[in-house]
């Protein structure tokens, strides 16, 4: 049985540093500083022409944020799967290659392999353009049920299409009453507000950023977390250089976040997501593994992609650290 499976976008990330966001901004496409946009392939073209002529391309690396998540599990020891498409291509050969999944049974083969672009401005924060691609060609009839049936927790994260989130829901129906399941909506999801609500509930983790957490259940910060423990028995809240807060009908408590000299904080939020499901499932203390999933998403934002994600080795001495003062 695997120990955890993902469900999401499967991308290929392209990550760039550029000096001004505005050398890249095209009349068709509605580029904003520390959003994330969807695009078609008509501009992909005319945006990559632009990165390359007025960036510098850092890495190429695997992407994708439950994916993401899965990876960091996986350094973690787990056994992970996941539920996705990917492009029967060449960048859907250099996915499978370079992933550490023990069950690739849920990943489906056809047309093109989404692509994410992502510019690391030196003067602002960065700026995601995503082409789904195949990813947007998810239905029902690509699910694996024994791969859903045979794992002990599903994470989930968004695709690009409103039909996606009927087979997730779908997903959520085939469930065994042993699995748990945890979503962190990301921006695309959030957007919908109300209309992804039926995906959240019953959920054991909920992962939100701030601003997710408005478009979510509207800016009274109190009552949108009250609203959302109604869907969700606890509610992880990112809020980026100020840490993060965990929150449940019990209790809440803070972390802060480490400090660290910022490369690119592609995924970190998915670190943060990994590092703490990793521990939760083990039972161990949550404000402990908060506190390290805040720190070990800093630790992943000194490389490129995946390149500082943590080891195995990393996450149990944060642990220690942290159980120690705690005393």
């Known amino acids: 049985?695997?120990?955890?499976?993902?469900?999401?976008?499967?991308n290929i990330d392209f990550i760039y540093?550029?000096?001004?966001?505005?050398?890249?901004?095209?009349?068709?496409?509605?580029?904003?500083?520390?959003?994330?946009?969807?695009?078609?392939?008509?501009?992909?073209?005319?945006?990559?022409?632009?990165?390359?002529?007025?960036?510098?391309?850092?890495?190429?690396?695997?992407?994708?944020?439950?994916?993401?998540?899965?990876?960091?599990?996986?350094?973690?020891?787990?056994?992970?799967?996941?539920?996705?498409?990917?492009?029967?291509?060449?960048?859907?050969?250099?996915?499978?290659?370079h992933a550490l999944y023990d069950d690739e049974r849920g990943i489906v083969r056809k047309g093109h392999t989404g692509i994410t672009y992502i510019a690391n401005a030196t003067n602002g924060d960065r700026s995601i353009v995503l082409f789904p691609r195949s990813n947007s060609s998810i239905t029902e009839e690509d699910v694996d049920v024994d791969v859903i049936r045979n794992t002990k927790w599903v994470h989930m994260s968004s695709f690009a299409t409103d039909k996606a989130?009927?087979?997730?829901?779908?997903?959520?129906?085939?469930?065994?009453?042993?699995?748990s399941f945890s979503?962190?909506?990301?921006?695309?999801?959030?957007?919908?507000?109300?209309?992804?609500?039926?995906?959240?509930?019953?959920?054991?983790?909920?992962?939100?950023?701030?601003?997710?957490?408005?478009?979510?259940f509207g800016a009274q910060r109190e009552k949108a977390i009250q609203e959302a423990l109604q869907l969700a028995k606890i509610v992880v809240l990112?809020?980026?250089?100020?840490?993060?807060?965990?929150?449940?009908?019990?209790?809440?408590?803070?972390?802060?976040v480490g400090k660290a000299r910022v490369v690119d904080n592609t995924g970190a939020g998915d670190v943060l997501n990994g590092v703490f499901l990793g521990l939760y499932m083990k039972g161990l203390d949550p404000s402990s593994a908060l506190e390290v999933a805040t720190k070990a998403a800093s630790l992943s934002t000194t490389g490129y992609g995946r390149d500082a994600y943590p080891t195995r080795r990393d996450v149990e001495f944060m642990y220690q650290d942290a159980e120690?003062?705690?005393g």
């Open 1 to 10: 049985m695997t120990d955890i499976v993902g469900v999401g976008a499967l």
């Open 17 to 97: 540093e550029i000096d001004d966001i505005n050398c890249i901004r095209m009349t068709d496409l509605d580029i904003k500083e520390g959003k994330e946009i969807v695009a078609d392939d008509a501009a992909l073209s005319g945006l990559r022409d632009r990165l390359n002529r007025f960036g510098t391309l850092k890495k190429m690396s695997l992407g994708g944020s439950a994916s993401n998540t899965c990876h960091v599990l996986a350094l973690m020891g787990y056994d992970t799967g996941m539920i996705g498409v990917l492009g029967a291509d060449m960048e859907g050969d250099f996915y499978l290659d």
């Open 165 to 179: 989130i009927e087979v997730q829901r779908k997903i959520k129906t085939l469930l065994p009453n042993k699995t």
């Open 183 to 216: 979503i962190d909506p990301g921006e695309i999801y959030a957007r919908k507000g109300k209309a992804v609500h039926t995906l959240i509930e019953g959920a054991a983790i909920l992962f939100a950023s701030e601003s997710e957490l408005e478009m979510l």
């Open 238 to 256: 990112k809020k980026g250089a100020r840490g993060a807060s965990l929150h449940s009908r019990e209790v809440s408590f803070d972390a802060a």
């Open 324 to 326: 120690k003062r705690r």
